[in-house]
């Protein structure tokens, strides 16, 4: 009885530790194109972490001490990089929206997107939410984090 007992509670552990891991995006290796185009476009990066995202691939770094993560399509196109930068650096008019809207609530992290095409976007993670502003600080969209 003490047997069963004692592998019913390390299947439980065992089976919580799995999904603890899915949850927090299991690390895949991209197809050798996808992992050659990073190569090119990013150099001198560290941290190197590979997650799937739909039909892309998002690779998550750090480059010149920076918390940044791009993300490629399966034929290896880039399409967007995001960037960590210091709250002071949110556009104006994009501060000013988060103080206005969400009670003076302190801004978790901001990014900065620059997506393929030149087009910059800024995100300020406020209240698990991330508030999505265009390269002025005009407000675009909110979307709430999947954590």
């Known amino acids: 009885m003490k047997m069963k007992f004692m592998t019913v509670i390390i ?17 895949i290796t991209p197809p050798d194109n996808v ?20 039909n892309d691939y998002e690779v998550n770094f750090v480059q010149q001490k920076k918390e940044m993560s791009a993300v490629f399509d399966s034929k290896g196109t880039w399409k967007e990089t995001e960037e ?19 009670n003076s609530t302190k801004i978790k992290e901001v990014a900065k997107i620059t997506k393929a095409g030149g087009v910059v976007n800024y995100e300020a993670e406020v209240n698990k939410t ?16 999947s954590d």
């Open 35 to 54: 992992r050659a185009a990073f190569k090119k476009t990013f150099t001198g990066v560290s941290k190197v972490k590979w997650e799937k995202e739909g």
């Open 11 to 27: 299947a439980n552990a065992l089976c919580m530790g799995l999904f603890a891991q899915e949850k927090e995006g299991k690390s």
């Open 130 to 145: 991330d508030v999505i502003f265009d390269a002025q600080g005009n407000f675009i969209k909110e979307e709430k984090d």
């Open 84 to 102: 960590e930068i210091a709250v002071a650096s949110l556009p104006a008019a994009a501060a000013s929206y988060v103080k206005s809207h969400y």
